[in-house]
């Protein structure tokens, strides 16, 4: 139990870090001034100031967070509104952040989003050239064999590889199954070759009642695979590409979750919060550090991709305020954005409540975790 605390606290703390680093990095760059870098959460156990920033450590050891010098009320979801000049020395309002080019703005806020996506691009192109990645092979394996069933009586053994079926080649699991369907009650010829190599011809009859777990053969058949590995200068383009691929799932997934949410007012039962993040942690665990770091990436695509999403309170409401006043050439009126960021960061939290009390509700009533 301690180990999987611990293993969520740095999940999430390296997810949330490498985010803020984003923005702190952009706005160092772009000459912002940055008053503090905080590891976790306020309250402040201690703070150490170098240059002009304040490098804190914080109570709550999830996350951390980075506060611009003149960062505005409004994209900061608080309803309280003051003029902004009256916070800012005179000699220093160029280095304001709500003083900085729409383009400027639009980078600082973005790049927390980005950092979450490279993060994920370079574990897994770490892992495509560290570990590598099953490549599924052209070859159909004999996993099972049911005792007098009809793969038995032929002579069909665990380990053999299906090689034709009536000189058709075998190439896939589905492609096996579809003729095998088209000849029930009729006699097939397999060409077989055994863990031994040798090739045999066996004859065979699939049954057309059969019991439901067994198949018409009576067999379990799996699609061989072989572990690619790609080079170090082939993995980050590799790595890319299977993040986009994921990013696209996982917007998928978030479509079909809020269409289940408002069509039939339930949650998916497959969706968690902080608390079944932590119970997958776990599971994760046990598996070693290279499903950790896949459990890693695969977060900080979920993190980019619902924190660009155009709803207020998050990174993607304050960018879609901002490209507002960059296509009008006039700045959304603060009160109105505050509100509406703080509007929805009640409706935000209002969510991982409910989120939350179905996670409990599944812990509680023992339901399993992940689907079966």
Do not use: C
Not at 179 to 207: A, C, D, F, N, Y
Request: a positive charge.
């Amino acid at each position: 139990m301690l180990v999987t605390i611990l293993a969520f606290i740095i999940i999430l703390s390296v997810l949330v870090l490498i985010h803020e680093a984003g923005h702190f990095v952009t706005a160092k760059l772009f000459g912002i001034k940055v008053e503090e870098f905080g590891f976790g959460l306020p309250p402040r156990i201690f703070g150490k100031k170098f240059g002009e920033t304040i490098y804190s450590l914080n109570w709550l050891p999830i996350g951390g967070f980075v506060k611009l010098y003149g960062e505005d009320e409004a994209g900061g979801g608080k309803p309280e509104f003051k003029n902004q000049n009256s916070k800012v020395k005179t000699e220093d309002i160029d280095r304001a952040f709500f003083s900085r080019p729409v383009w400027q703005r639009f980078v600082v806020v973005f790049a927390g989003v980005f950092m979450n996506f490279v993060l994920a691009v370079a574990i897994l192109s770490f892992l495509f050239s560290a570990v590598g990645v099953p490549i599924s092979g052209n070859k159909v394996s004999v996993d099972v064999v049911v005792k007098n069933s009809p793969a038995e009586k032929a002579g069909l053994r665990v380990g053999d590889v299906v090689e034709s079926i009536n000189g058709a080649s075998i190439i896939s699991t589905t492609q096996l199954i579809a003729i095998t369907k088209k000849h029930l009650g009729q006699e097939m010829v397999l060409k077989v070759e055994s863990k031994s190599s040798k090739i045999e011809s066996l004859q065979i009859t699939p049954r057309k009642v059969y019991p439901a777990n067994e198949g018409a053969m009576g067999i379990a058949i799996s699609q061989n695979s072989t572990i690619k590995k790609y080079p170090w200068y082939e993995a980050p383009f590799v790595g890319t590409k299977e993040a986009l691929h994921e990013t696209y799932l996982i917007a998928n997934g978030l479509v079909m979750i809020v269409v289940q949410i408002f069509t039939k007012a339930s949650i998916p039962s497959d969706v968690a919060g902080p608390v079944g993040i932590a119970q997958l942690t776990g599971v994760v665990v046990s598996n070693g550090p290279f499903a950790v770091l896949s459990f890693l990436a695969l977060l900080s695509l979920n993190l980019a991709l619902i924190n660009v999403l155009p709803i207020p309170a998050l990174d993607g409401g304050r960018l879609l305020f901002i490209v507002i006043e960059g296509v009008f050439r006039k700045k959304v009126d603060q009160r109105i954005e505050g509100y509406a960021h703080a509007i929805g960061m009640a409706i935000l939290l209002g969510l991982i409540a409910l989120i939350t009390l179905h996670d409990l509700y599944r812990v509680f009533t023992g339901q399993p975790l992940l689907p079966k």
